[in-house]
């Protein structure tokens, strides 16, 4: 992030608290994240995943998503105050392509639904 970033001695003194804010957050929803692959694991290894149980969990997985937006909304109106628009978009960008990594490597381990 800051290799990419470009950041003057005073944005990034003002960026690097948010940013670790940020982090703990979504730190928080990816547990949630990790926590529902793990239990739709479980159940699809045991042959225990029934409807209820599918919807429950995309609920859930749905939730922590809506979580992740909200998120990232409040913390881009954080940095519009201390950073230029373009740097506010750059850093989304930055945490999106990060974020995608870590996707793909989840969609290549977690088996579809039978």
């Not at 670790?20 to 994240?33: C, G, H, S, T």
């Not at 926590?35 to 749905?62: E, P, V």
């Amino acid at each position: 992030v800051a290799a990419n970033m470009a950041l003057t001695d005073a944005e990034s003194k003002a960026f690097w608290p948010i940013y670790d804010a940020y982090q703990a957050e979504l730190q928080k929803i990816n547990e949630q994240l990790g926590t529902i692959i793990a239990d739709y694991a479980r159940m699809h290894n045991a042959g225990k995943l029934t409807d209820a149980r599918a919807r429950a969990l995309m609920d859930r997985y749905l939730g922590a998503e809506e979580a992740e937006v909200r998120l990232k909304r409040t913390f881009a109106k954080r940095l519009d105050k201390v950073l230029p628009g373009m740097k506010v978009t750059r850093y989304l960008q930055i945490e999106n392509k990060i974020l995608a990594l870590f996707r793909f490597d989840a969609a290549v381990a977690v088996p579809l639904v039978d």
